[in-house]
């Protein structure tokens, strides 16, 4: 792909400064890109860094706490380094982030219709009722019914689905060109996420968007990703496209991932368990931070932390041992 | 072989609203006639959407909770005609499990407390012996024994939840209701969980009544399964059945709804429309008509039986013996390619080979999450 990607993030490093003088590293040279268009999914498990790369991309940490480096463009703008008045001016209009729990993230105060609105007025200006017929318009296109009637509502009155299909209106309210969905689906019945996941396929093929869906589970990546970054304890172990990450992964943490989900499509008499437990942030190992928990360490692996490297051109892995095929055969 | 629970019409309606002068005006229907029946070593899962009813039959069947109508039949005892000694007595041999491992544990006791507190309530063990059964007991749930002296905030989720098990476990009970015990864990996490719920039930014998949301979850552990909707059972069959062959229009909604690892995963979706009707008010006829894409007019007014076929297969639908097959909306078998395979059976070999390490590994200092 030689098209220049919509948001390139390069060497990103993330440390917070605890109140007691602890660091921790929380994301740690993560190099990633999407395209207009893309759906790239940001894979990984609690406290491995992937909401805090999403947070960094919206400009949204403490600055007082929060010490970044490295440099993420959107669109030829350094983000890390545009004065907040930009930022404000991006953020809802360009850039458009859907939080896993819509509740906490809609103003119990205000209608959806009023919450929606401002958004509009605030990045598209126009007049309230131009607002206002675009909004309805918005929670049509989320498949809210009788919009006309429920854009003056209050948020309590809508069930858990519809409130998340409202964050989406909102996050759609000004055609972002970049989406940052952050568990979208998790506090859903798997019903209704399925009713979400097909809206956001229908609305990436309507507006060409590039999305950025940070999730745990790997059914969903598998079904609405093109490409699909694994983190661990602050790093990208694995990147490769879905296909390719779901049939010949190149990291013994995403094997023990895979390994380690029930499935409906085949029988497994004993699920793959990932001994151990993620290392200490405020003093990350030297060497290769999976290797405490990994069936085949080396040592090596434990001397210095390993590169990420092309197993093949599309498909990187941060592990010396890869490709994995060989340790099998 | 008589069973070891057996429930028989349980009905729950919690008033939703009163008038000034406390008369109920309104009710949620959260069970409704619901029948089933457990043997002792076998898993039960009860699947269904938010709110159908599932978390409420769990605590009736405890009498946690008091139901409206219907018998809950424990070992051949009528648990609704205990007294309040004999009902303590009763729940030495069936205990509950929850869905946070953070809200079930007393922050201010220390983990030995925690799993004495059984031991000595129900006096099952002299005072001088229960520091060796905690050992025992965190043991058996892969935690070490030195670990009794610290406290819930000390440990991770995964491991919070295994103090809760091994709290479940000190009374030795026959049943164990497991309310969505992994689904606030990590992936990694959730399937040491399910291992050793597994390993636990062969080694000691257990029943589980396991409520789940996850449909893969479920068909990893369960022998048999009922599909709740609404406050009532509209499915159940042995796992293997359900999963190979489901029946009721929900069921296979439900099954059909569940992203699959497995990019371009062949198979057609029953896409449910319209949103889950509120329990205050269920549908009129069979409660699942306002979603069905099956529905006739029959549907609106009658409501369906829940009949058993020869093999023991039930469902509760007027069409059953229409609907087309399900065969399209079934996962195509996928799984791993054989190298995948081979690496995935080296990294639990090889896992397992070092036995629990890391289990006492963390120290003093919770993760940073």
Same mark, same amino acid.
């Given at each position: 792909m030689s098209v220049s990607p919509l948001i390139e993030i390069r060497d990103l490093r993330i440390r917070f400064h605890g109140d007691d003088g602890r660091i921790t590293?929380?994301?740690?040279s993560v190099d990633l890109s999407v395209a207009n268009g893309a759906t790239l999914g940001l894979v990984g498990e609690s406290g491995c860094g992937k909401s805090v790369t999403s947070l960094a991309i919206m400009g949204l940490l403490p600055k007082q706490s929060a010490e970044i480096s490295g440099a993420i463009r959107f669109d030829g703008l350094d983000l890390l380094r545009t004065p907040d008045q930009t930022l404000r001016d991006l953020r809802g209009n360009r850039l458009a982030m859907i939080f896993q729990e819509p509740m906490t993230s809609l103003?119990?105060?205000?209608t959806i219709g009023d919450q929606i609105i401002e958004t509009i007025l605030r990045h598209r200006g126009g007049s309230r009722r131009s607002a206002r017929e675009r909004a309805v318009e918005l929670l049509r296109r989320v498949h809210i019914p009788s919009p006309e009637r429920r854009i003056?509502?209050?948020?309590?009155?809508?069930s858990g689905g519809m409130r998340q299909r409202v964050m989406i209106a909102m996050a759609l309210a000004c055609d972002p060109q970049l989406l940052i969905a952050d568990?979208?689906?998790?506090?859903?019945?798997v019903t209704l996420q399925a009713q979400i996941l097909e809206l956001m396929r229908e609305l990436k093929a309507a507006s060409g968007a590039a999305i950025i869906l940070i999730t745990h589970d790997l059914g969903v990546v598998a079904e609405v990703c093109d490409e699909v970054a694994v983190m661990y304890a602050g790093e990208i172990v694995e990147r490769a496209p879905v296909d390719e990450l779901f049939?010949?992964?190149?990291?013994p943490y995403t094997v023990g991932l895979l390994g380690s989900i029930p499935r409906l499509d085949h029988h497994t008499e004993q699920l793959a368990t990932i001994e151990g437990m993620v290392p200490n942030m405020a003093q990350p190992p030297?060497?290769?931070?999976f290797a405490a928990r990994?069936?085949?360490?080396?040592d090596a692996c434990t001397r210095a932390p390993p590169p990420l490297v092309?197993?093949?051109?599309s498909h990187l892995s941060?592990?010396?041992?890869?490709?994995?095929?060989r340790l099998v055969s | 072989m008589t069973a070891l629970l057996e429930v028989e019409g349980l009905v729950k309606h919690f008033v939703a609203e009163r008038s000034?002068?406390?008369?109920?005006?309104?009710?949620?229907?959260?069970?409704?006639?619901v029948s089933f029946s457990l043997e002792a070593g076998k898993t039960l899962a009860l699947v269904g959407e938010s709110g159908c009813g599932k978390s409420t039959v769990s605590r009736l069947v405890l009498r946690l909770i008091e139901p409206d109508a219907g018998t809950v039949r424990f070992d051949g005892r009528d648990?609704?005609?205990?007294?309040a000694d004999d009902l303590r007595a009763f729940r030495r041999e069936a205990q509950i499990i929850f869905q946070d491992p953070y809200g079930s544990l007393?922050?201010?006791?220390?983990v030995g407390q925690i799993l004495t507190e059984p031991l000595a309530l129900h006096d099952l063990v002299p005072a001088a012996r229960r520091r060796e059964r905690v050992e025992e007991l965190l043991r058996l749930v892969?935690? %070490? #024994?030195?670990? /009794?002296?610290?406290?819930?905030?000390?440990?991770s989720g995964g491991q919070r939840q295994r103090i809760a098990i091994a709290r479940a476990l000190a009374v030795e009970p026959k049943l164990i209701i497991c309310? %969505? #015990?992994?689904? /606030?864990?990590d992936v990694s996490i959730r399937s040491q969980i399910l291992n050793l719920l597994r390993e636990l039930q062969d080694r000691l014998g257990l029943a589980y009544i396991f409520v789940s949301h996850d449909l893969a979850v479920v068909k990893h552990i369960a022998d048999r399964v009922a599909v709740m909707n609404l406050g009532c059972i509209v499915e159940e069959a042995d796992a293997d059945a359900l999963f190979a062959q489901p029946r009721h229009p929900y069921s296979r909604a439900l099954l059909s709804a569940i992203p699959l690892?497995?990019?371009?995963?062949?198979r057609a979706r029953v896409m449910l429309e319209g949103e889950i009707p509120s329990a205050l008010n269920p549908p009129a006829g069979c409660r699942f008509h306002t979603r069905?894409?099956?529905?006739?007019?029959r549907c609106r007014t009658e409501v369906p039986e829940l009949l058993a076929d020869a093999a023991g297969h039930a469902t509760a639908c007027h069409r059953v013996g229409e609907l087309p097959s399900a065969d399209a909306i079934l996962p195509a078998a996928?799984?791993?390619t054989p190298a995948l395979a081979k690496l995935v059976a080296a990294f639990s070999r090889k896992t397992e080979g070092a036995?629990?390490?890391?289990?006492?590994?963390?120290?003093a200092t919770p993760t940073t999450t």
């Open positions: 590293h929380a994301v740690d103003n119990p105060s205000f003056d509502e209050y948020p309590h009155k809508l568990e979208p689906t998790t506090a859903l019945d049939s010949a992964p190149q990291h030297a060497g290769c931070r990994c069936p085949f360490v080396l092309e197993v093949t051109p941060r592990c010396i041992r890869a490709p994995l095929e | 000034l002068f406390g008369r109920a005006l309104a009710h949620v229907r959260a069970v409704d006639g648990l609704l005609a205990l007294d007393n922050p201010r006791m220390t892969g935690l %070490e #024994p030195r670990l /009794a002296r610290r406290y819930p905030h000390e440990f309310d %969505e #015990p992994v689904s /606030a864990l690892p497995q990019p371009h995963a062949k069905c894409p099956f529905v006739v007019d996928g799984g791993f036995g629990q390490a890391g289990v006492g590994i963390q120290s």
